[in-house]
């Protein structure tokens, strides 16, 4: 059976145009992404969003925008589901409070799911190095619109 697997994502871009990116490793399977992850059940886009900024960055978010969804089908790389994903820009209530990386897929302690948190200037934003179609996408566009001439 095929159904929709209905994802929402944070872009949060600091003062010195930096974007988070989500490194993380489940069941051995290495990717990385913008934070977010799936909508749960009787639960609208903002307030997904809000919850999944909650419990991976232990941060309150305030949303800006609406940036970007998915506009061709993409299958999940997880199972047999249609994956739309709804980009918002996003800014944080207050510093968040986590132990950033710099080095990719740095993670703390070991497990069957791991994550990591590193700043990326969007200049050297590398579309290769995020995972999925849809957030290479993304990583196009907001290299189109928030890239700094001259650096």
Known sequence: MSYFNVRVYGLLINQHNEVLVSDEQEYGFRFSKFPGGGLEFGEGLIDGLKREFVEECNADIDVVSHFYTT??????????SQVISVYYLVKEKAPLQ????????????????LQAF????????????????TDKTVARLLKEKFAVDGQ
């Open 98 to 113: 986590l132990a950033f990386k710099t080095d990719v897929y740095d993670f703390d302690g070991d497990g069957e799911i």
């Open 71 to 80: 506009d061709f089908f993409e299958k999940s790389s997880f199972n047999d």
């Open 118 to 133: 590193r700043w990326v200037n969007i200049n050297d934003l590398s579309i290769d190095s995020i995972t999925f179609k």
